[in-house]
RNA sequence: GCGCCCAUAGCUCAGCUGGAUAGAGCAACGGCCUUCUAAGCCGUAGGUCAUACGUUCGAAUCGUAUUGGGCGCACCA
């Protein structure tokens, strides 16, 4: 509907160029569903910005649009109000047209071909497989699979991908980590280093392992820990405290040192991939950090770099001159102990997302993440790829409240509340709603009560409630004996207030998925579905829909079935479920 | 100190990239169930859009400065 008026309105300035009265046509015009009905349906400011260059008050010019504009059939009428705004009415022939679409559309309703041929990596949540994922990755996880849908509903096609940091240091300090946990269940009394993974979890990784392998990586304590330096909390250094002990550990375990590493990330990274899974969150793609060293490609890329003078010697490490590329330093790759650093790996492993030839790369990240932004896109550029084709989200942290209070959260002391936790606590429906329900870069307060609450304060229920309300109808509709049939229903009976307002605001659905999809924002879908909630709420309570004039019914029914119809269609992209009764 | 993000009703947040009288939910107050689910609806109240200048027909939106908050500034990941 949108486009077709476009349409007409380029067409009408076209004439009016042609008659000497204007010359360009600027990228400012807009053309918009209004916010207030007394507007009309559509808005435009056409006569506002061109009133300058066509020397003439805007109300004058906007007179001279509309006269040109000859009637087309779905425009009832049109107005000018206010500084020289054009409104447009459209006729009810229009609105029965969006209605048709919508039930003929079913399930695939709202899709459209704007990103047909094209190609997206999207790679989110990535977290770093030392533990459970917690309610902060839940939220990037949300997104990034919202995100997903809405850009697969406009045809693009879309690789989900998951980069497992397999690789380094942290490694190291998770497989020590359940070593000693695994001690501990040998009978050794040992001393946790501070610095080590302390979840309960990594206890569990622990007795597996001593199901699977029994004691035989029983090392006694005693040898463990000789002639390791102090930790931190005895005055000594935490990191060189830790540095030692896994040192000492490869050396006393020699291959069982890997077995455990083995172990303890396939169990950690199957509970991440079962709790995404439960939580609708799809990948095509589990990316290998350890694979880009395996292959060769890290090595590789670095070689590349150094053969286009990108990099250089100094203190003896290996740097990279990403200030050549507007960073605001220069960053290290190899390091003086010859271990490449993760903006090594990072490099190599956007270097082959590249060549895998997307036409978007799409990253989100945690918004504490904001500072690597120019250095991996120096990578980029310095490669000769375009940097700009590489988008970078940001979300920002989510705040769990309980009972009004923060509950408070940190990762290495272990006391964090799970996405599993959340999940249980909330559910998955709700979870998903409020992750998405405010915009990525703000931050956010995750209110616990309300979440679970299911009373009206939870616009998830009301949303759903609206849903299933509908499907009620139809059932009761059935049992009366009416025979529902879209095709006969006369649009034109329909006069009342609400549900002219639910009209209009089904023919917005369309252009709320181009939005939010192509900004990248999901909260405009979760508002867009309140709204609609909201709307077919006020209509249940000001008409009934089940009468005996079979003509009204029939036009009812077709409004409301469509309402369904859109608010499924809009659900499944957030990931929520549409229950047929609550 | 430098860089990025943010500041809108008592609370949590929208505001469609400069448009018409700044919106919603919750909380508060007052109404509505013999009628399709009251997990709902209707109404009332609530604002110097952090502050100050500037840009123009027009600013919550753009620019500059200030204040106040978050994050980042490793040969860690």
Redesign the pocket.
């Known amino acids: 509907m949108k486009e077709q008026l476009q349409n007409l309105l380029t067409k009408c300035i076209h004439d009016l160029k042609d008659q000497g009265l204007l010359s360009e046509m600027p990228s400012?015009v807009?053309l918009?569903?209004?916010?207030?009905k007394?507007?009309?349906d559509y808005?435009t400011?056409i006569a506002?910005?061109l009133a300058?260059q066509a020397k003439t008050n805007p109300l004058i010019l906007a007179q001279t649009i509309i006269d040109q504009l000859d009637g087309a059939d779905f425009i009832e009428k049109t107005e000018i109000?206010?500084?020289g705004?054009i409104?447009f009415f459209l006729s009810d022939k229009s609105s029965a047209a969006v209605i048709n679409e919508i039930i003929e559309g079913g399930d695939g309703y709202g899709t459209s071909n704007i990103g047909v041929g094209q190609s997206i990596l999207l790679e989110y949540v990535s977290a770093?497989p030392t533990g459970p994922l917690h309610v902060g990755h839940g939220r990037g996880a949300a997104y990034g699979a919202t995100v997903s849908n809405l850009l697969r509903s406009l045809g693009y096609k879309v690789d989900n991908e998951y980069y497992v940091?397999d690789?380094?240091?942290?490694m190291d300090i998770l497989s020590v980590s359940i070593f000693l946990r695994y001690l501990a269940l040998c009978g050794e009394t040992i001393r946790f280093p501070d610095n080590g993974y302390q979840g309960k979890y990594i206890n569990d990784i622990a007795s597996n392992i001593m199901e699977i392998h029994g004691v035989n990586f029983h090392k006694e304590a005693a040898l463990v820990f000789e002639g390791i330096c102090k930790d931190e909390l005895e005055g000594g250094n935490k990191e060189s405290h830790i540095d030692e002990l896994i040192s000492r550990s490869k050396e006393l375990l020699g291959e069982g040192f890997k077995s455990i590493f083995t172990v303890g990330i396939e169990s950690i990274l199957s509970g991440i991939k079962k709790d995404l899974a439960e939580f609708g969150v799809v990948f095509e793609k589990w990316f290998s950090?350890q694979s880009l060293i395996d292959n060769g490609l890290s090595e590789a890329s670095i070689k590349r770099l150094q053969e286009s003078k990108h990099v250089y010697k100094?203190?003896?490490?290996l740097w990279f001159k990403t200030t050549d590329y507007g960073d605001?330093?220069d960053?290290?790759v190899v390091?003086?102990?010859g271990?490449h650093?993760?903006?090594a790996s990072d490099i190599a492993y956007h270097l082959e997302k590249f060549e895998r030839g997307y036409d978007k790369v799409i990253n989100v990240w945690g918004?504490?993440?904001?500072?690597?932004i120019a250095r991996v896109k120096a990578s980029i550029a310095a490669f000769d790829h375009n940097p700009e084709k590489l988008e970078i989200l940001l979300v920002?942290?989510a705040n769990l409240y309980r009972g009004g209070k923060k509950v408070q959260m940190s990762t290495r002391s272990g006391s964090f509340v799970t996405l599993e936790d959340l999940r249980n606590e909330v559910g998955n429906d709700a979870a998903r709603f409020f992750y998405i329900?405010?915009?990525s870069?703000?931050?956010?307060?995750f209110?616990l009560d309300?979440a679970k609450s299911?009373?009206?304060?939870?616009?998830v229920?009301?949303i759903q409630?609206a849903y299933?309300?509908i499907?009620?109808?139809f059932?009761?509709a059935q049992e009366k004996g009416v025979v529902f049939n879209y095709k006969d229903a006369d649009l034109g009976l329909l006069t009342e207030e609400s549900e002219k307002t639910i009209l209009r605001e089904l023919s917005r659905y369309k252009g709320v998925i181009e939005?939010s999809a192509m900004?990248y924002?999901p909260?405009?879908l979760a508002?867009y579905l309140?709204e609609l909630a909201?709307q077919f709420?006020?209509y249940?309570?000001?008409?009934?829909?089940?009468l005996d004039d079979q003509e009204l019914t029939q036009a009812r029914l077709t409004v409301i079935h469509a309402t369904k119809q859109v608010l499924y269609n809009g659900l499944s992209i957030l990931g929520v479920s549409s229950p047929e009764?609550?």
Do not use: W
């Not at 918009?32 to 207030?36: E, F, I, P």
């Not at 100094?314 to 490490?317: L, P, Q, V």
């Not at 299911?454 to 616009?459: C, F, L, M, S, V």
């Not at 249940?540 to 089940?546: H, S």
């Open positions: 400012k807009r918009d569903h209004t916010k207030d007394s507007h009309g808005a400011n506002l910005i300058k109000a206010g500084p705004f409104n770093n940091n690789a380094g240091r942290q950090e100094k203190d003896g490490a605001e330093k960053r290290v390091r003086d102990n271990n650093t993760y903006f918004a504490d993440h904001h500072g690597y920002q942290f329900l405010r915009k870069e703000q931050h956010m307060d209110d309300l299911k009373t009206n304060e939870n616009p229920f009301y409630y299933a309300r499907n009620s109808v059932k009761q939005s900004q924002e909260h405009q508002y309140r909201s709420h006020s249940y309570n000001a008409c009934p829909f089940i009764s609550m």
